[in-house]
T-cell receptor, first 116, second 112 residues
Framework: DVKVTQSSRYLVKRTGEKVFLECVQD?????MFWYRQDPGLGLRLIYF???????EKGDIPEGYSVSREKKERFSLILESASTNQTSMYLC???????????????FGPGTRLTVT | QKEVEQDPGPLSVPEGAIVSLNCTYS??????FMWYRQYSRKGPELLMY????GNKEDGRFTAQVDKSSKYISLFIRDSQPSDSATYLC????????????FGAGTRLFVKA
């Protein structure tokens, strides 16, 4: 059974703190993604990675950074958390089939982050 | 204007009803159309996938794509309380990977 796990389901942090969100997948997928999900806005892509140590900015990368040191692990870092980063954060992964990125993404359960 | 528009609902129907969920989009380059289902406190999971125009059926679920109108639909027949979830449309110009655009999601409640 495919599995994407996220380190925390709920997290409360203070403004200015450095926050680490961890994601691990056990499917040997090449591609990993970080989204945030807000009411009325849907899922918005923050960063993605198509290989170890490779990363690309998504649509809303400001205030975030990522790290992918191992194929199965993709971390999202909030360098200095702000209240407007209060959101649901979803990690996802997908495979490459015959050199093409699969349309199907597998999601983790999400981390609800509150910044006070 | 958003690339993908989806009515957030909520949509409340009685058990057994036919449910119609819809999305419109503006980018004519989209070719891959997906529907994800998201239960409360869970991540989205892929429900249906359609390439280009046409219909696709899977059990009680039918996905329709009308590229000329830039309009996609998901129909649920004989809806069940277990169908209560948020349904997100998603679409991509390529093979679905890096630039998948998601709708805001429609929250559906099916009452027993």
């Amino acid at each position: 059974d495919v599995k994407v796990t996220q380190s925390s389901r709920y997290l409360v942090k203070r403004t200015g703190e450095k926050v680490f969100l961890e994601c691990v997948q056990d499917m040997d997928h090449e591609n990993m993604f970080w989204y945030r999900q807000d009411p009325g806005l849907g899922l918005r892509l923050i960063y993605f990675s198509y290989d170890v140590k490779m990363k690309e900015k998504g649509d809303i990368p400001e205030g975030y950074s990522v790290s992918r040191e191992k194929k199965e692990r993709f971390s999202l870092i909030l360098e200095s958390a702000s209240t407007n980063q209060t959101s649901m954060y979803l990690c996802a992964s997908s495979s490459n089939n015959l050199g093409q990125t699969s349309y199907e993404q597998y999601f983790g359960p999400g981390t609800r982050l509150t910044v006070t | 204007q958003k690339e993908v528009e989806q009515d957030p609902g909520p949509l409340s129907v009685p058990e057994g009803a036919i449910v119609s969920l819809n999305c419109t989009y503006s980018n004519s380059a989209f070719q891959y159309f997906m529907w994800y289902r998201q239960y409360s406190r869970k991540g989205p999971e892929l429900l249906m996938y359609t390439y280009s125009s046409g219909n696709k059926e899977d059990g009680r679920f039918t996905a329709q794509v009308d590229k000329s109108s830039k309009y996609i639909s998901l129909f649920i027949r004989d809806s069940q309380p277990s169908d209560s979830a948020t349904y997100l449309c998603a679409m991509s110009a390529g093979t679905g990977g890096f630039k998948t655009i998601f709708g805001a999601g429609t929250r559906l409640f099916v009452k027993a």
